[in-house]
């Protein structure tokens, strides 16, 4: 059992009472099915110093609700582009759910015509205005707009890939519970890695690597369907909503919590393991070798967050035969959306420059 002196210790260790220890974080979609269950879960956040509400609708109604929360993040409401400058300003952390939500019948690929022009317009708005801000992406497509956040920032000549997410915490919210209910264990103290992108056969659960086991018992066919489940689980959402919109509150919970890991990271209570879809910057070292090898240049991976962001990437561990085949199979699919993100990114007017 761990020394509770020494781990407190360690943890001391990590900080300094000069660096802050709360951040400005901007959230741009804010009025919307995510947005407004997650300002209110970031307004519970003792890392978040203020939070900055952003929409082109109704965010002077979700402010003043949020702000009379008794916690201690002072909010402001932004609204329209005229004042995404002062939502972006000294923002630490910009979290991105802006856009249109799938309808039955609909894949994630079909938001791109919309998704695609607003995630433009607002990497354009951190380029700008915090251009040393960590970006965590919603919006989907998200194996698409996180390229076209990163060309952005390229082309504005700020890209850091070690700031830049796609999240994909979803996933693996979603992985832990259903192989809780499925082994009888609380999803908190389940770990499944999930790994690839953020639609369909993209997204490879790592089930081989659950802990705790999967049942030794359990069929091909059983493993086939929970994987299956995992990647079609925002289609079952779509479906269940019947029109009304895709997954909001799964999604702001699961938001909250990769929120919370950066932020524990940039306050130096690092290292915070999470999975996040990034650009693999060889520099990263070892762990990219699997996206790398297979030519993909994006991939969401286990990392270690840092005061930097993304300071390791970790091996994506051995995979089983049913793994090692769905990874051959979402290979074409993730480099097709990456291609289409990075040629639509290509056609933008260059943005001008950091204030
Ligand atoms: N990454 C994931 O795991 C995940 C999970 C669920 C949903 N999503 C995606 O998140 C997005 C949002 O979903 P939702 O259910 O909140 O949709 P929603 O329609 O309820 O809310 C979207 C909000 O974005 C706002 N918006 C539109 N254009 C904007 C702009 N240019 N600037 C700022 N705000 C703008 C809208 O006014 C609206 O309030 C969708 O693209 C959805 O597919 C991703
Ligand atoms: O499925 C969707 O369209 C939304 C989101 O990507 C999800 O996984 O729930």
Not at 30 to 43: F, H, N, T, V
Request: aromatic share 4%; with cysteine.
């Amino acid at each position: 059992m761990a020394d509770p002196l020494n781990r407190i210790q360690k943890i001391a260790s990590h900080l300094d009472p000069a660096k802050p220890r709360k951040f400005k974080v901007a959230l741009l979609g804010a009025a919307g099915g995510i947005g407004q269950p997650l300002s209110m879960l970031l307004k519970m956040s003792p890392y978040v110093s203020d939070l900055a509400l952003y929409d082109v609708a109704n965010t002077p109604g979700v402010a003043a609700d949020v702000s009379h929360m008794s916690t201690a993040a002072r909010v402001r409401g932004y609204l329209g582009p005229d004042q995404l400058g002062a939502a972006l300003a000294g923002a630490a952390l910009v979290i991105i759910p802006a856009g249109v939500p799938r309808k039955p019948g609909m894949t994630r690929d079909d938001l791109f015509n919309i998704n695609a022009g607003i995630v433009r317009g607002l990497a354009e708005g951190v380029a700008r205005h915090c251009p040393g801000a960590w970006v965590a992406i919603i919006s989907n497509p998200v194996n698409s707009t996180v390229p076209i956040a990163a060309e952005v920032l390229q082309k504005a000549g700020v890209l850091n890939p070690a700031k830049l997410f796609g999240v994909t915490t979803l996933d693996v919210v979603r992985a832990e519970a259903f192989v809780g209910e499925l082994t009888g264990t609380d999803p908190r103290d389940v770990h499944v890695p999930v790994v690839g992108g953020h639609a369909g056969v993209t997204i490879l659960p790592l089930l081989s690597q659950a802990r705790p086991p999967l049942p030794a018992g359990m069929s091909a066919e059983a493993r086939k369907a929970l994987m299956g489940r995992i990647q079609d689980a925002g289609t079952e959402v779509v479906q269940a909503k019947a029109g009304a919109g895709s997954a909001t509150l799964s999604m702001a919970y699961a938001a909250a919590r990769f929120a919370d890991s950066c932020l524990r990271a940039m306050a130096g209570e690092g290292p915070v393991a999470e999975y996040a879809y990034i650009r693999h910057p060889p520099r990263l070292g070892s762990g990219a070798s699997a996206a790398v090898a297979a030519d993909l240049p994006y991939f969401s991976s286990p990392v270690r967050l840092g005061r930097l962001g993304v300071e390791e990437v970790l091996p994506l561990g051995p995979l089983d035969a049913m793994e090692a085949e769905n990874f051959a199979a979402m290979k074409a699919e993730l480099l097709g959306s990456i291609q289409k993100g990075v040629e639509f990114a290509a056609k933008g007017p260059a943005p001008a420059p950091a204030k």
